[in-house]
Every structure is written in structure tokens, then in C-alpha cells.
């Protein structure tokens, strides 16, 4: 099992930037993968961006070359670095973590984009 704590979001103007935290209670290197996800308004939660144990990392088409993903191991976090924010980026972001098939996840943080 692993508890996860998502941190940083809140309200930024477009073309903006805002830095996501997500802290596990555990050691994330024993962590198949770890990754944000979104859900706005009357939307079904959609992925945003991954990263597994070996440091691939996988995004969204819509995210590319916006977002980025990556890892403290010493503090046992994951970060979303997000520059150039869109208002459609605006949406509840939730920390996951895989753990062979099972998935787990945090209480999320608000994300809103003005335009």
C-alpha cells in the first residue's frame, strides 16, 4: 500500500506556471509507476502524464512540451512541472501510483486557469 498527498495547485493566469507535489508514504523506486491524471467539470479523469521505476515517461498529446514529469527519490515525490497553462488545463489533478495491478490514488488539488 502507499498513501499519496498532492500539493502546489491553485488559480494562475493562462501562459502561466504552477509546480505539482505528490509525496508517498513509501519508497516510490519499489513503485511500478507513478503518474498525474485530471478530471475537469463533467469530464471522465484522463491521463496527463507518467513515469515508471525505469524513468520512462509518458504524456498526453495535449500536455507535450508543456508539462513535465519527474521524480525526487530521496524525498520519495513526484512533481508536474506545468508551463504555458492553458484554461482548458484547468481541472482537478490527482497523484497515482501502480503497484503491479493495483492503483492508488491521492485527494487531488485544484488546478484553475483564468483567461
Known amino acids: 500500500q502507499v498513501q499519496l498527498v498532492e500539493s502546489g495547485g491553485g488559480l494562475v493566469q493562462a501562459g502561466g506556471s504552477l509546480r505539482l507535489s505528490c509525496a508517498a508514504s513509501?519508497?516510490?523506486?519499489?513503485?511500478?509507476?507513478m503518474g498525474w491524471y485530471r478530471q475537469a467539470p463533467g469530464k471522465q479523469r484522463e491521463l496527463v502524464a507518467t513515469?515508471?521505476?525505469?524513468?520512462?515517461?509518458n504524456y498526453a498529446d495535449s500536455v507535450k512540451g508543456r508539462f513535465t514529469i519527474s521524480t525526487d527519490n530521496a524525498k520519495n515525490t513526484v512533481y508536474l512541472q506545468m508551463n504555458s497553462l492553458k484554461p482548458e488545463d484547468t481541472a482537478v489533478y490527482y497523484c497515482?501510483?501502480?503497484?503491479?495491478?493495483?492503483?492508488?490514488w491521492g485527494q487531488g488539488t485544484q488546478v484553475t486557469v483564468s483567461s
Open positions: 513509501r519508497s516510490i523506486t519499489s513503485i511500478n509507476a
Open positions: 497515482n501510483a501502480r503497484i503491479t495491478i493495483i492503483n492508488y
Open positions: 513515469i515508471t521505476s525505469g524513468g520512462t515517461t
